[in-house]
């Protein structure tokens, strides 16, 4: 899409964009992860979130540059000015310190690239030798899922590049258009799950746990859902019977479908996050024996 909005998900068609007219807001990328999907992943992070979690490690990419400029000031090599009313980035003599994104009141970065899936499917090439796939991640790469599904074609159509599996990391907030128009195209997906507890997901997301709820289900029948992972924050959502209650709903919507227990730790989030407790190993192995013993699949903790 040539616009991506900085609330709210696209509701995608079932028919895909021509893929030459499709653009992505890409935030970054990584050429080698082992953490994001099985095997050794190329990562793309998309920018724009439909939720605001007080628990976010990256959220510069929570929204979109709104171009109001006062990054470029406190930009120390001159990397940044604002032209019609936007803030443009040149990454040659950036240094990467990220004053701009500390300094951003909108929970937003200036060096997001405006790419297309061939730009996208460029910066894989030189490194697909060593991948075992990509994962399109946020943000909430949902957002975007035109520019999605047009890259994974991309690579889908590319005879060597094909055989590279395409996950999609989400946090699951989004319509049954939008997997409907992802399905052909992709792998699996992983759904980060919050909390069952939508009363608590708000508190912890500003947003219902709804959709995310039939994304799992979704996704699931589908054996497209590759992975749930849950944000264990102590004393928010990881209360005995919360938490048996989760694993009885996994365990029936998603049976077989491992579950990854992610232990919360205050790196990277903002001054309301810093006041929240860290979870202990210890915590972390008594939320996997609970929801093990509700019958969940092969339980890991991070």
């Not at 899409?1 to 893929?19: E, F, Q, Y």
């Not at 000015?81 to 803030?87: H, I, Q, R, Y």
């Not at 996050?273 to 890991?300: D, F, M, S």
Request: a negative charge; glycine letters at 8%.
């Amino acid at each position: 899409m040539s616009d991506v909005p900085a609330v709210g998900p696209v509701v995608a068609p079932r028919v895909g964009p021509r893929r030459q007219d499709v653009t992505g807001l890409v935030t970054g990328a990584l050429r080698h992860s082992m953490v994001d999907g099985p095997g050794n992943r190329f990562v793309a992070f998309l920018q724009g979130c439909t939720f605001d979690c007080v628990a976010c490690h990256n959220p510069y990419t929570i929204h979109v540059c709104d171009g109001c400029g006062l990054c470029v000031d406190a930009c120390a090599t001159g990397s940044l000015e604002v032209l019609d009313g936007t803030v443009v980035w040149t990454p040659d003599s950036c240094l990467g310190c990220d004053d701009c994104t500390r300094i951003c009141p909108s929970n937003s970065t200036p060096k997001a690239r405006r790419l297309t899936p061939a730009d996208l499917v460029d910066e894989v090439r030189p490194v697909a030798p060593f991948l075992s796939g990509v994962t399109v991640s946020g943000g909430e790469a949902t957002m975007q899922a035109p520019f999605v599904r047009a890259w994974f074609e991309a690579l889908r159509d590319d005879p060597e590049l094909s055989r590279l599996t395409r996950f999609v990391d989400t946090n699951g907030d989004a319509p049954r258009a939008t997997w409907d128009l992802l399905e052909p195209v992709m792998d699996a997906a992983m759904v980060d799950l919050k909390a069952l507890d939508d009363q608590v997901h708000r508190e912890l997301t500003g947003a219902s746990n709804e959709r995310v709820r039939t994304s799992i289900e979704l996704l699931a029948a589908r054996e497209q859902l590759h992975e749930v992972r849950l944000l264990i924050v102590p004393g928010r959502n990881d209360a005995d019977e919360q938490l048996r209650r989760t694993g009885a709903y996994l365990s029936d919507v998603a049976p077989g479908v491992p579950v990854k227990v992610i232990g919360f730790r205050r790196h990277g989030v903002r001054p309301p996050g810093q006041r929240l407790p860290e979870a202990t190993p210890e915590r972390l192995e008594r939320v996997a024996a609970l929801l093990a013993a509700e019958g969940v699949g092969a339980v890991t903790t991070v």
